[in-house]
Structure formats: C-alpha cells, structure tokens
C-alpha cells in the first residue's frame, strides 16, 4: 500500500475513487464497529425457509419502529433479498454468543432452496404476522413488513438497502424488565473485520450533559 499522508495531520489519505473497491471495502469493515447482526428469516413462495446474518445492520426508525440492512450485489441475488423482493416479508432475529457458531454455520453460500434452520440445526417457530418462520433460540425476533428496498450500487461490493417496519416483538421474557433489555442476558455479538466478532459484556457508562436553561 501506497502512503500518502496528509500534511495537516499526517493520517493515511486514501481515495475511493483510485483504489480498488476490495481495499475500501475492507476500510469500511474495519472501521464501522462493531456492527450488530440481523438473523434474517425468510420464505420462499414455495415455502422453503432461509436464514442468513447480516451485519451492515441498524435501526432507521423507533415511530414506526424501522430496522434496515444491506444484502451485498451478486448475481444471481442473495436468496434473503429474492425472499423478500417475493414475499414483503421477513424476520429480524438477534443473534446471541450462545449460537454464534450455528449463526455462522447458515453463512455459506448454500444454493436457493436450502433451508439454512436445517443445515445450521436451529429451531423455526412460525411467526404471528408474516409467514417466515423465527428462530426459537434467539431471544428477540421482530417480525417485518417490507417497506422498501434501495438498489444502492449494482457494483461488485454494492448493495441493496432493505427497510423493513417491524409489527411484532417476540422477547424472551427473562431479560425484559418494564421494556429495558438485559444486555448481559440478551449477551449480542457484534462483527468486527474478517472472521472476528465481540461481545457486549464489556460496557461503561457515561452520564449525558444536560443545558440547563436559564
Ligand atoms: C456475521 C456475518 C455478517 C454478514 N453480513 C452480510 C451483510 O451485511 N451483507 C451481505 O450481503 N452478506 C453478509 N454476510 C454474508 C451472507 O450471510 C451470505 O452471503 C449468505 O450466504 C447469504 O444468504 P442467502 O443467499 O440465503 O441470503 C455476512 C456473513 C456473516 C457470517
């Protein structure tokens, strides 16, 4: 790698524009975190199941509740994103340390028509409002209606946006409390670069100033 350095303040200068989208890629993945992880469920007109993890992952609204993540560009397209496209519909479920290698294990690149709660073993409980299934080991699952999705980039590397309102909450009801979550019990992961996650069990607090009118 090629260092330019600025002359303000000596920090690595890299241009989007001239460097190959494989090395900003790998700044953005290095960068952003950690970030959380959407457990997608999906269904197949036919009715077959799919699961897969996202972590370009987050909320866009709280009224109405909104939550988005980005399927990466390949052709043919991811099989959550051709689920979704059909059906409107999907589930968030959230991923937990206890798990993360069965999460993992549905990350393959397995054929459209695999049902990834077969192949990782995990639980598929049917959902209230929409018709893909949840995964009964995940102690949160937001069913979603799809709102809409953004052809961001049709580039290798680019990505589809997929927003979706979330119509139903399924929490485990040993780490609510008047609808503050446990974060020790909920134990998330987040993804880091590469093959690497974190957890959430190391935390701090900092109090946030108050202006005070006068
Ligand atoms: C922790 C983790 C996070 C991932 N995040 C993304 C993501 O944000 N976008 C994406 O397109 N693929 C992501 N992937 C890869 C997809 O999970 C993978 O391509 C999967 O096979 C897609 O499944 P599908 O074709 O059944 O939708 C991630 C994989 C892992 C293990």
Redesign the pocket.
């Known amino acids: 790698m090629e260092r330019v350095l600025g002359e303000l303040d000596s920090k690595v200068i890299v241009d989007p524009a001239t460097t190959a989208p494989l090395n900003i890629y790998k700044l953005l993945v290095g960068t952003v975190v950690p970030?959380p992880?959407?457990f997608?469920s999906?269904i197949s007109p036919e009715g077959v199941a799919?699961?897969?993890?996202?972590?370009?992952?987050t909320v866009a609204s709280a009224n109405p509740p909104v939550l988005c993540?980005?399927?990466?560009f390949r052709e043919p397209r991811?099989?959550?994103?051709?689920?979704v496209r059909a059906t409107k519909e999907f589930v968030v479920n959230i991923?937990s340390e206890e798990f993360a290698d069965k999460?993992?294990a549905?990350?393959?690149?397995?054929p459209?028509g695999?049902d990834?709660f077969a192949v990782a073993g995990l639980t598929p409980v049917a959902s209230d409002l929409v018709r893909a299934p949840r995964v009964k080991e995940s102690h949160v699952n937001m069913e979603c209606k799809l709102l809409q999705t953004v052809e961001v980039s049709n580039q290798p590397l680019g990505?589809t946006l997929v927003l979706g309102e979330v119509v139903r909450f399924h929490i485990n009801d040993a780490i609510i409390e008047e609808f503050r979550i446990d974060p020790d019990k909920l134990g998330a992961v987040g993804?880091m670069a590469g093959n690497t996650?974190s957890r959430t069990r190391d935390r701090f607090e900092l109090i946030r100033p108050q202006i005070v009118k006068k």
């Open positions: 970030r992880i959407a997608v999906t799919n699961l897969a993890p996202f972590s370009f992952f993540f980005t399927t990466s991811k099989d959550t994103l051709v689920n991923v999460m993992n549905t990350s393959a690149e397995y459209y695999v990834e990505g993804r996650y």
